[in-house]
């Protein structure tokens, strides 16, 4: 254990983790050593059907194994914030709502709204502009794109990858691609990028959509204290993943035209405010006139809140 740099121990290396234990972890999301380092003796105790002091005893031996770090400077925190980067949204309005540059790196931008009103095709453009040299507003950087709603479609990117005059066969080299068959497969993904970026360095981590899968999993009241720590934890994954490769996360959420059985407000996101309050940037779309879209920006730290008119074409989002 601890003897080579690239195997880092993993949560079955803590003692009293036999194989039985490690599966009911991981399937809750509790896959690395600082996940359990921070969680408290009786939720670890619940999801592996453990004892409690056996429990704390996983966690001490966590957080010694976890780089818990703790403090940086003002400083530290300045130079940090001096390598945010941002990728083009393909549209001037619509960069000028996010500050002038469109979304930006070590954040989450959570794009919501309705049916048809554009997020998949952000999503999409996306992938392409992050490809394009920081002069033309991309990141010069691949692209991870957790699919879970089948809605990755390459011809599209084709179709946007012509209208930037860029190779769509190479274009498509550079966007890695996964679907998402559960929610709890949909947080290991994670897991599996966290690990892939440190092959290669990647600056846009995409999740369309981050809410479906919980949203048909977790049907009920009963269930929903349960989904919302579950979304919870997968948000702070993407955050982690950001800050740790000064990436930007993208991730869609839908809301329901028509009230939803569970949530009688139509206009609230699905998720509520564990995705809201985890989310840096949050995007509200809605559809307009034919192709034109209007993108809300809501609750954002240090941008005035505004609207931006945009349009979904051919070639992909523009003016
Ligand atoms: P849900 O995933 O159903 O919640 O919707 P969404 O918000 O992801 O919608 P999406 O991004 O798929 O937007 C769909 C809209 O984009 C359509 O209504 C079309 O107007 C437009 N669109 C989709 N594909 C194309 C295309 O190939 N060409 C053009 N010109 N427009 C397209
Ligand atoms: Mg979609």
């Not at 601890?2 to 803590?14: E, F, N, Q, V």
């Not at 309705?114 to 010069?140: H, R, W, Y």
Request: aromatic residues 6%.
């Amino acid at each position: 254990m601890g003897k080579d740099k690239s195997t880092a121990p993993t949560i079955s290396d803590l003692p009293g983790v036999g194989p039985a234990i490690s599966d009911k972890l991981i399937e809750a999301g509790y896959s690395d050593m600082m996940t359990i380092a921070v969680s408290s003796p009786k939720e670890l105790a619940e999801v592996a059907e453990i004892g409690e002091a056996t429990a704390t005893k996983i966690i001490q031996a966590a957080r010694k194994q976890a780089d818990i770090g703790g403090f940086e400077t003002g400083v530290a925190l300045l130079e940090r914030r001096a390598r945010i980067g941002a990728i083009t949204t393909g549209s001037k309005s619509f960069n000028e709502l996010m500050g002038g540059k469109g979304f930006e790196t070590q954040s989450i931008t959570e794009l919501f709204g309705e049916f048809g009103s554009g997020k998949t095709q952000i999503a999409l453009q996306m992938c392409l502009n992050v490809q394009l040299p920081v002069e033309k507003g991309g990141l010069d950087s691949h692209v991870f794109f957790i699919d879970t709603e089948n809605t990755f479609r390459p011809d599209r990117i084709t179709q946007m990858a012509e209208g930037l005059e860029m190779d769509p066969a190479e274009a498509l080299q550079r966007i890695h691609v996964a679907r998402a068959y559960n929610s709890s497969h949909q947080m290991l993904l994670v897991e599996k990028v966290m690990e892939l970026s440190k092959e290669f360095p990647t600056r846009l981590l995409i999740v369309d959509s981050l809410t479906s899968l919980f949203r048909a999993e977790y049907v009920g009241r009963g269930a929903l204290a349960d989904r919302q720590q579950k979304l919870n934890r997968h948000m702070h994954d993407l955050l982690r993943w950001g800050d740790i490769n000064n990436g930007a996360v993208v991730v869609t959420n839908q809301v329901a035209a028509k009230p939803d059985a569970f949530f009688g407000d139509p206009t609230r996101p699905i998720g509520g405010h564990i995705v809201g309050h985890t989310a840096t940037f949050r995007l509200y779309l809605r559809k307009s006139k034919g192709n034109k879209r209007i993108a809300r920006l809501i609750d954002s730290p240090h941008l005035p809140e505004g609207e931006a008119v945009f349009s979904v074409n051919q070639s992909g989002i523009g003016d």
